[in-house]
């Protein structure tokens, strides 16, 4: 239910459908004769999508959640890699049988570089199929034709395909692999998702170093108009807004122990 739920919430709260969402309420009530309604709801549109596009406030909001856990110094034992989903372009990867990467690619970048590094770690892919309304391929079932061409062989890689979101990650990865205590494990996604992914992984009992990478700011943004281009500029902003809210989110329902999850919270942390 919680799966259904975030998703429906978000189809609502993100920034470029929420801009459109208050044109047309103040377009209806334009149709009725409510003028302070019409432009209540314009001004209201054009204020999201100015401040999303137009400024750095995307960046100033995703910085904090990039600096939240800096990469500390790469362990001289590592006993194995999990590597979060997302990083694929599922859809035309269920059509075309490659591995097309999205932006968020570096995370599978990494873990092969890391993979190679550590020739006897395990290398877990946690991520299931996530569309609602179309058909598509989870990472771990896309992942093997990646690594298997970047050198890291298949009898390595163990498939966590039946997780949706971050928080089914942690629980069926656990389940999965039942790590053992004073093994070293490291935890690879993207630096704006790892206070959210560390907390839960933390939550589930498995302790996990924290590997951060597909970095989106430099900290240098500072505040200001036209910083970036404006496609950029929405896309931080969404990616900013949907993780704080997933924060609050996963902090309301009992997931994590605090909105803001910092390195010393939990086993491991």
Not at 103 to 131: H, M, N, Q, Y
Not at 194 to 206: Q, T
């Amino acid at each position: 239910m919680f799966f259904y739920v975030s998703k429906a919430l978000w189809l609502f709260v993100q920034p470029l459908n929420l801009a459109i969402i208050l044109l047309l309420a103040g377009l209806l009530a334009a149709l009725v004769g409510r003028k302070r309604l019409f432009a209540t709801g314009s001004v209201l549109a054009f204020l999201v999508l100015a401040l999303s596009a137009w400024t750095s406030l995307g960046a100033v909001m995703l910085n904090p959640l990039e600096e939240r856990f800096p990469k500390p110094p790469l362990p001289e034992r590592v006993d194995g890699i999990v590597v979060l989903g997302g990083g694929m372009e599922s859809a035309i990867n269920f059509v075309r049988g490659g591995y097309e990467l999205n932006a968020s690619g570096d995370r599978l970048v990494e873990a092969a570089v890391l993979a190679r590094r550590f020739p006897t770690a395990r290398v877990v892919i946690s991520g299931g199929p996530i569309a609602m309304v179309r058909e598509d391929e989870g990472d771990a079932a896309t992942a093997p034709r990646l690594f298997t061409a970047l050198g890291v062989t298949a009898d390595r890689l163990v498939l966590e395909g039946k997780s949706r979101n971050t928080y089914e990650n942690a629980v069926f990865t656990k389940q999965l692999i039942t790590p053992k205590p004073g093994e070293t494990w490291l935890l690879v996604t993207s630096a704006f998702h790892m206070p959210r992914a560390k907390a839960l992984f933390d939550k589930a009992g498995f302790a996990t170093v924290p590997w951060p990478v597909d970095y989106r700011t430099s900290g240098r943004e500072g505040i200001g108009l036209f910083r970036t281009d404006a496609n950029e500029a929405l896309q931080t902003t969404t990616i900013a807004t949907r993780e704080w809210i997933g924060l609050i989110a996963y902090w309301l329902s009992g997931r994590i122990d605090r909105p803001f999850p910092a390195p010393d919270v939990g086993p491991g942390g």
